[in-house]
């Protein structure tokens, strides 16, 4: 079943353990906790692999405007909360990482998407952003981003948010 969520969708409500930032080794958050916020949802393939690191980095660098917009920004994957805490220490990450090692919050986001690499064919996430309004609502989708560029993306369409 493929789910595909459209602007002004109800965001899918989710239970998991965020690693990182303010949540330190690692504690239970649900979207619900949220409301009221913006939340930027990046979803990314794997830790320490050179497109994920290039877009954390990216966020990691322009983190004071992230704070400055009152989003919370967390990103998804389905790495163990181990493999994110190395991956937050080792690139000095400011943010949490939200661990989904059996892939439930990306497969309700209708991420967990058959990919290709060199001819062999897998499942794997796709490299998208949601961005949550204060109402539990999805403001903005970012498909199939590049590392390189999703930040600013992401700050721009922070900017035209009035509450």
């Not at 990314?44 to 919370?72: I, M, V």
Request: hydrophobic share 35%; proline share 6%; net charge negative.
């Amino acid at each position: 079943m493929s789910v595909s969520l459209q602007l002004s969708d109800k965001a899918p409500e989710f239970t998991a353990v965020a690693v990182g930032g303010k949540y330190g080794d690692g504690q239970s958050i649900s979207l619900r906790d949220f409301h009221g916020k913006m939340v930027v949802l990046y979803f990314y393939p794997k830790n320490d692999t050179p497109g994920c690191t290039t877009q954390a980095c990216a966020l990691r660098d322009k983190w004071q405007h992230f704070t400055d917009s009152g989003a919370e920004v967390f990103g998804i994957s389905i790495n163990t909360p181990e493999s994110h805490k190395d991956f937050i220490k080792k690139y000095d990450l400011p943010f949490a990482l939200i661990s989904d090692p059996d892939h439930k919050i990306i497969e309700s986001f209708g991420l967990w998407v058959e990919k290709s690499l060199y001819g062999k064919k897998y499942m794997g996430t796709e490299r998208s952003t949601y961005v949550i309004s204060p109402d539990g609502r999805i403001k903005s989708i970012f498909q199939r981003v590049k590392p390189d560029d999703h930040a600013e993306q992401v700050l721009e369409d922070l900017r035209k948010f009035e509450p």
